[in-house]
């Protein structure tokens, strides 16, 4: 039976050749779209690991939530009081801060069009997909490349915190 099944789905892959060409295809994207995030994310960790590092051996800890609390500075305070903050600077230094807040602005501004563009686009792919205007295939090819596009408007915060720093 298992024998039988890989032979017909061998025959319907070489009866549809053009069809499982465009699938594979999809799927090498989609999975190149997945690493390539994947990479930009980790260089983008270790970029501003890096800038942490220039800072001197002392961190920035900033801690979300949506407490009206201030922050610590120097390390100073009580472990509950730097744990409590909003933000815990554990060096006397503050002129990295415009860097951190000009750099955490523009990403919010980057992953905003992502979403955007991403809801936009398959919205559009949907309908114009459902009025037949467009094959699934084809759909599944463009909504791969729009992941790209998404991949590398990220990519550009890499090179704005070059330019920010």
């Known amino acids: 039976m298992l024998l039988e099944t890989i032979r017909l789905a061998l025959v319907s892959?070489?009866?549809?050749?053009?069809?499982s060409f465009l699938t594979l295809l999809g799927i090498v994207i989609g999975v190149a779209a997945v690493i390539a995030m994947v990479a930009i994310g980790d260089g983008a960790k270790a970029r501003?690991?890096?800038t942490f590092a220039s800072?001197?051996?002392n961190m920035l800890i900033v801690l979300s939530g949506s407490s009206s609390g201030g922050g610590a500075m120097g390390g100073a305070g009580t472990d509950g009081?730097?744990?409590?903050?909003?933000v815990a600077l554990l060096r006397d230094d503050?002129?990295?801060?415009?860097?951190?807040?000009?750099?955490?602005?523009r990403t919010r501004a980057v992953v905003a069009q992502n979403l955007v563009f991403a809801v936009g686009f398959i919205v559009a792919g949907v309908v114009i997909t459902a009025l037949g205007l467009l094959s699934p295939i084809v759909a599944l090819v463009l909504h791969n490349l729009a992941d790209l596009v998404i991949v590398f408007n990220s990519a550009r915060l890499v090179r704005e915190g070059e330019t920010l720093a």
């Not at 860097?99 to 602005?105: A, G, K, P, V």
Request: net charge positive.
């Open 81 to 86: 009081a730097i744990h409590s903050a909003r």
């Open 94 to 105: 503050l002129g990295r801060l415009p860097f951190l807040i000009e750099l955490s602005r």
């Open 55 to 57: 800072m001197g051996s």
């Open 48 to 50: 501003v690991e890096a």
């Open 13 to 19: 892959v070489r009866r549809n050749a053009l069809r």
